[in-house]
């Protein structure tokens, strides 16, 4: 095509030729920059990565000589001493999680359930981009939020009556002084549930029509249609949501280092303050002046890399088999 | 009979829960949301806009430094993170065969998971640890590699719903692959480009987190791009955690503006994507 082309105008005008020959030359050299430019930036994600991971590991050398695995066994961090164990930041981070997971998980999934299946189309994404904008909110403000809204109606409110209620449970047990681990957690379950609602319900909206028609069909409810037949349909994509959820709440640093109480201790009692590895490091990294310090901090920052990295891992893995398993059965 | 009308029944109250619990989402939202604004808007004044923090301890004073220096931040998360993911996005969607693209996808998505506190980690030993010194580079890198997973999906997946005719069309007619994709689908994408853009910035403009040991803070107008530099979210988490009242008001404005500007990111970004899709 592109020989015709400049053989018919190189009839017609006899100096052409050459320079449209050019152009095209350069036209085509260009082909495999722009493709080299192109596989250069998306391989640079994987270098990025690979520096990161390569730049946590190396920055921790010295806590790594001096505590090996025993640093993630340590229950005594104790930066005047040099004595690093990441212990009650694992408990502290893991905690919290578990926390807004409960209280995320449920509430969430059942607001996908009635944006999917019962407010019409076209209010449903209006309520499902309200719910975006949650998500959308910075962390820091979340954490304001909660040091001035949520810790003052907690020490109020809700602490007094949970613990006349199940204060006997060593987990509601002693002294509440506003910020919590528990502070923490429902912190971050404000935080996740737009994720578990947006996702859930896309996956829900996913579910074919004639699943829904063929178990009305057979004489069921429209509550045991959801139960029985889209739910279980929509399942792999309900569990990635959570885990999305729960490596989003395992990572989020500023909204718990604000409510949390910074301190690190094991205690059986959700509601004394604790610590979390996130809030660890955004506390001490600018303070730690000792060599070791920094290196401990580097070395939790490498924990919580590599669980986030697993349970996203997870999530993705999930999300994948949940496609392919739709293109099967569609 | 009994049995239908329990089931019935089941159906009701589930449904009922369904809506209770819906209600209660959209409720915190609306409540944080107007409680913050209302708060937030009481405290704002000029000053606010317009002077300098006044010094520790005493009232009044603005974030005038702040505002200005999460703007250079911005602008220089944007200038390291588009170009990497808008190529990055073309070479997904365009060029590339199963395995390689793949691996990509996978890491790009490992990436954006990472809790952005270790993105600051990062960026700390590679900038800060070098050059001694905390900043503005070292917060507009860090924000930076926090925009290149998103840039990177969302170019990908926009250009992706550009027809193949259009990619045909403009073969046939004798472009090359890179004039293809330059003046012909990247065009015809280019809305959900900058509204993928657009939510990107809004993600990273409230990112506390990674800034903290990279551009620090700083009370005073920076004169460089190599000294620490304020930004309203570091500013914010101070005055939030700080003994003092008027610091506390402080930080109530500066929530309010920053939620406003995160909020127009994302609903001119909804209306961009949304004009497309109508037409």
Not at chain 1, 160 to 171: C, E, S, T, Y
Not at chain 2, 122 to 142: I, K, N, P
Not at chain 2, 204 to 215: D, K
Request: aromatic fraction near 10%; charged fraction near 10%.
């Amino acid at each position: 095509m592109n020989e015709l082309l400049t053989e018919s105008r190189a009839a017609s005008e006899p100096s052409a030729p050459k320079r449209i020959r050019l152009a095209h030359r350069l036209a085509r050299a260009g082909d495999p920059l722009f493709y080299g430019l192109t596989l250069a930036s998306a391989a640079s994600i994987l270098v990025i990565t690979g520096w990161l991971v390569y730049q946590l590991y190396v920055n921790c050398e010295e806590t790594r000589r001096q505590f090996g695995w025993s640093f993630l066994v340590g229950r005594n961090w104790d930066p005047v001493a040099g004595d690093f164990g990441a212990l009650p930041f694992i408990y502290g981070t893991i905690v919290t999680s578990i926390i807004a997971l409960l209280i995320a998980t449920p509430l969430g999934i059942s607001a996908a359930i009635f944006l999917a299946e019962l407010v019409p189309p076209r209010l449903s994404s209006v309520l499902a981009f309200l719910v975006d904008l949650l998500a959308a909110v910075p962390s820091v403000i979340y954490g304001l939020l909660g040091i001035f809204l949520l810790v003052p109606f907690l020490s109020s409110t809700v602490v007094p009556v949970l613990q006349k209620a199940v204060g006997f449970l060593p987990i509601f047990s002693g002294p509440f002084y506003g910020v919590s681990l528990f502070s923490a957690g429902i912190v971050l379950a404000v935080m996740v549930i737009p994720f578990i609602v947006s996702i859930s319900r896309e996956v829900l909206l996913a579910v074919p029509q004639a699943q829904r028609e063929a178990s009305f069909a057979l004489g069921s409810t429209h509550w045991e249609t959801v139960w029985k037949v889209v739910l279980p349909h929509a399942r792999r994509g309900i569990y990635a949501s959570v885990f999305l959820a729960l490596a989003r709440a395992l990572g989020e640093t500023m909204a718990v280092t604000m409510v949390i109480g910074n301190a690190p201790e094991i205690s059986k009692s959700l509601l004394a303050p604790g610590y979390s590895i996130a809030a660890a490091v955004a506390n001490e990294f600018t303070e730690a002046t000792e060599n070791l310090h920094l290196s401990a901090l580097v070395e939790l920052g490498l924990v919580l890399f590599a669980i986030t990295i697993v349970i996203n891992g997870l999530a993705r893995l999930l999300i994948l088999a949940t496609a392919r398993g739709q293109g099967h059965h569609g | 009979m009994g049995r239908l009308r329990r089931r019935k029944i089941t159906n009701a109250v589930m449904f009922a829960l369904t809506m209770l619990s819906t209600v209660a989402v959209i409720g915190v939202l609306f409540y944080i949301l107007g409680y913050l604004f209302w708060n937030g808007g009481r405290y704002l004044n000029w000053q606010f806009f317009t002077n300098l923090p006044a010094p520790v301890g005493e009232a009044g004073g603005g974030m005038a430094n702040a505002i200005l220096g999460s703007g250079k931040l911005l602008l220089l998360a944007m200038c390291f993170g588009v170009p990497i993911g808008l190529l990055g996005g073309i070479y997904l969607a365009e060029f590339g065969g199963r395995v390689f693209p793949f691996v990509i996808r996978y890491v790009t998505d490992l990436l954006n998971g990472v809790p952005s506190i270790i993105i600051g980690l990062f960026a700390y030993t590679v900038v800060v640890l070098r050059d001694r010194h905390f900043s503005a580079w070292a917060g507009g890198f860090a924000l930076g590699i926090m925009m290149i997973p998103i840039a990177l999906r969302s170019t990908e997946e926009f250009l992706r719903q550009v027809p193949r005719n259009l990619r045909e069309a403009s073969l046939a007619l004798g472009a090359t692959r890179a004039q293809m994709v330059l003046t012909a689908v990247v065009p015809a994408a280019v809305r959900g480009i900058v509204a993928g853009i657009m939510l990107d910035l809004a993600r990273v403009a409230g990112e506390t987190a990674p800034l903290l040991f990279t551009a620090f803070n700083n009370r005073f107008w920076s004169s460089g791009l190599d000294k620490p530099t304020a930004s309203l979210p570091v500013m914010i988490f101070t005055y939030a955690i700080g003994p003092y009242e008027d610091w506390h008001r402080q930080a109530w404005a500066a929530g309010f503006v920053l939620l406003a500007m995160v909020f127009l990111f994302n609903v001119s970004a909804r209306l961009l994507t949304f004009r497309q899709h109508a037409r």
